[in-house]
């Protein structure tokens, strides 16, 4: 039976509305797998002592905190998918929160996991305190406050189990000081180090940093003022980029991660409404823009086209110049009217958490990448990171088999985790309306200035 997904609300006169999309059989049938196998990573890598979640795998190291937000909100999915039972759920979900409660919080700069509420970006994965000398980092402790705040409305029923993961959630988002961190009012920093003080970057222009906002604005104890979303939109790339009329920011994860939780279907703040767009019409063009210059393939990589496209923040073959042509390890690929970054490294995850706004050329990727590449690209956990069929230079460096094109041998938990949630979102809406229920994102939008839609 075919279900019908009209993704985006009927907006008031004057809005762009696309067309509804149409799931087929085949369509869910390729979903259910694809969810399954994505939702393992998160079920089977995780430490089920204190629910930190593997950076990566099979190779691992070190836990990420986002990855942790993206996890808790997976188990949901896994609930609602029957992969898993609630009370198993709401166990794992219980641990993690009581971990990060309870973990130490303080300026020194080692055998601590935090401080003034928010956490370092990676942990050790057995005794959760900071890796190495990385930073306090405020959008990755905002991506798992997504998933903490997810638990928070989900786990609603008056049993001790659920009753605690609501009030550790509560105590957690609660701790974070969001005023502390604004060294260049009203702008919030990008992170803090004990060794040097706070991070020279704010969060300006356009990018993942949406949640981040909605979060500090929406805090019961440490907000930010309300001064800080006109400055942020204020600082906007609007351009036409590859005949697509939209906020710019080239890798596609900055117009995923706010979405995998928050709503921006027929709610606008002042800016967008000036625009006539909504923020899910404006990640819908950036996925078209996306696909447009791969089509065109300027640079002239290998199999790009039709349904094989995407470019995101993910792993790459190796730094390094070969022939001409300048490859790179971990980085943020993307393009936009700002700038172009393409080494020929392709992420099934640009186009898995595009999902929900683009389904019509989202699907037939997946779908074509899986079957044109097999084993090569997806595995137990799902799609493997990234790709490059152009990258065929042999290297004892390059993290994947290279001779006939590289692929990555790693799952990141950063992109398994949107894949999984806009798959369900696309679906059912399930993640959004859990999340148009929690207070604390309803009153950050609201002090945003959001109205309209689902906030009436």
């Not at 990008?190 to 979060?215: Q, R, S, T």
């Not at 996306?290 to 496209?309: E, F």
């Not at 009217?337 to 393409?342: A, G, L, M, R």
Request: aromatic share 16%.
């Amino acid at each position: 039976m075919k279900t019908t997904l009209f993704f985006f609300l009927a907006l008031s006169i004057g809005f762009a509305q696309p067309k509804p999309y149409t799931l087929t059989k085949t369509d869910n049938t390729f979903l259910d797998s694809l969810q399954r196998d994505t939702f393992r990573f998160f079920w089977e890598t995780t430490n089920p002592e204190n629910g930190l979640v593997p950076d990566r795998a099979p190779r691992t190291g070190f836990a990420s905190i986002a990855a942790v937000g993206f996890g808790l909100t997976s188990y949901l999915v896994g609930v609602e998918r029957s992969y898993i039972t609630r009370q198993q759920a709401a166990e794992r979900t219980v641990k993690t929160l009581r971990f990060f409660a309870k973990a130490p919080q303080s300026d020194k700069a080692t055998n601590v996991t935090g401080y003034q509420g928010f956490f370092y970006h990676f942990l050790d994965m057995k005794t959760g305190e900071r890796f190495k000398q990385v930073e306090l980092s405020t959008i990755d402790t905002a991506l798992l406050l997504g998933g903490i705040l997810s638990a928070q409305t989900y786990f609603d029923k008056n049993t001790p189990v659920e009753t605690e993961i609501r009030q550790l959630a509560e105590q957690i988002y609660k701790r974070v000081d969001w005023t502390w961190i604004q060294p260049r009012k009203p702008f919030v920093s990008m992170g803090w180090h004990p060794e040097k003080g706070f991070i020279d970057a704010d969060w300006k222009g356009y990018n993942e940093a949406m949640l981040l906002y909605v979060l500090a604005l929406g805090s019961p104890t440490h907000p930010v003022g309300p001064e800080v979303w006109s400055a942020w939109t204020k600082s906007y790339p609007w351009a036409t980029f590859y005949d697509q009329t939209h906020v710019n920011f080239d890798p596609l994860f900055g117009h995923q991660y706010s979405h995998c939780w928050i709503d921006f279907r027929g709610i606008h703040d002042d800016y967008m409404r000036s625009k006539g767009i909504d923020y899910a019409e404006n990640s819908r063009r950036a996925t078209y823009a996306n696909r447009a210059y791969c089509l065109k393939n300027p640079a002239k990589w290998q199999d790009y086209g039709p349904t094989i496209w995407g470019l995101t923040a993910c792993d790459g073959p190796k730094d390094t110049t070969v022939a001409g042509r300048t490859f790179f390890s971990y980085r943020a690929r993307g393009t936009a009217s700002t700038q172009i970054v393409d080494d020929g490294t392709i992420a099934p995850t640009a186009t898995g958490g595009s999902l929900a706004f683009a389904p019509e050329i989202c699907l037939p990727a997946l779908r074509a990448m899986k079957t044109k590449y097999g084993a090569k690209l997806y595995g137990k956990y799902g799609f493997r990171d990234a790709f490059n069929p152009t990258y065929r230079y042999r290297s004892e460096f390059a993290n994947g088999p290279t001779t006939k094109g590289w692929f990555d041998i790693d799952y990141l938990g950063i992109d398994q985790g949107p894949i999984l949630i806009m798959a369900e979102n696309l679906r059912s809406g399930f993640i959004w309306n859990l999340m148009k229920k929690n207070p604390h994102i309803r009153k950050g939008l609201q002090r945003a200035g959001f109205t309209g839609g689902w906030l009436k």
